[in-house]
């Protein structure tokens, strides 16, 4: 079955960057282009960008540029996200999820979430 | 950027009973929308897709109407395993954006 399996929280300076992973399983990897989706308490849900794993091609929302840094790794069918110059208001629950397919923006298999806290 | 407008923000009703959830989008979507159920601790499932598809695996009471700018979630004979809170998102034009969520709890 398809599973996204994201790494653990993590406890941040202010400044700092962070490179979160999230490991697919159960399905072709390169056969659905993966979100990065951000939630907080205030904001709600946010989505940060897109990836398609095969070519390596990234979309970003205009909010997150500069912010979010997208990659890929095919032969551990692994998603990374490197958020940096970090602030506390980049503390939250930041999501991968997987597209239905390419590019519909329908998110049909989710991570569990890896918690962010920007603290000094 | 679209703007996804949801009510109400919270919601009791009992079990057994038929609730319904709006989400009203800035402009027109063209019925790309989708609806999420996050439980409690959990990440959010995908529950309806262009405005009226059920996803695989989830139970037919949940069903999704609208069209244009106005769309609802209606939840048939209330469980209490539907305790959640409710995102709309659309999908017509990016950034992806979703509404504020409606919480969903037994009276």
């Known amino acids: 079955q398809v599973q996204l399996q994201q790494s653990g929280a993590e406890l941040v300076k202010p400044g700092t960057s962070v490179k979160l992973s999230c490991k697919a399983s159960?399905?072709?990897?390169?056969?659905?282009?993966m979100n990065w989706i951000k939630q907080t308490t205030g904001q709600g849900l946010e989505w940060i960008g897109i990836?398609?794993?095969?070519?390596?091609?990234?979309s970003y929302n205009v909010k997150f540029k500069g912010k979010a840094t997208l990659t890929v790794d095919k032969s551990s069918s692994t998603a990374f996200m490197q958020l940096s110059s970090l602030t506390p208001e980049d503390s939250a629950v930041y999501y991968c999820?997987?597209?239905?397919?390419?590019?519909?923006?329908?998110?049909?298999?989710w991570g569990q979430g890896v918690m962010v806290t920007v603290s000094s | 950027d679209i703007q996804m407008t949801q009510s109400p923000a919270s919601l009791s009703a009992s079990l057994g009973e038929t609730v319904t959830i709006e989400c009203l989008a800035s402009?027109?979507?063209?019925?790309?929308l989708a609806w999420y159920q996050q439980k409690p601790g959990k990440s959010p499932q995908l529950l309806i897709y262009?405005?009226?598809s059920l996803n695989d695996g989830v139970p037919s009471r949940f069903s999704g109407s609208g069209s244009g700018t106005q769309y609802s979630l209606k939840i048939n004979s209330l469980q209490s395993e539907d305790v959640s809170i409710y995102f709309c998102?659309?999908?017509?034009?990016?950034?992806?954006?979703f509404g504020g969520g409606t919480k969903l709890e037994l009276k």
């Open positions: 402009e027109d979507i063209y019925s790309n």
């Open positions: 990836i398609n794993p095969g070519s390596g091609g990234t």
């Open positions: 998102q659309q999908n017509y034009d990016s950034p992806p954006t």
């Open positions: 262009y405005a009226n």
């Open positions: 159960g399905y072709t990897f390169t056969s659905n282009h």
């Open positions: 999820a997987r597209d239905v397919s390419e590019d519909e923006y329908y998110f049909d298999y």
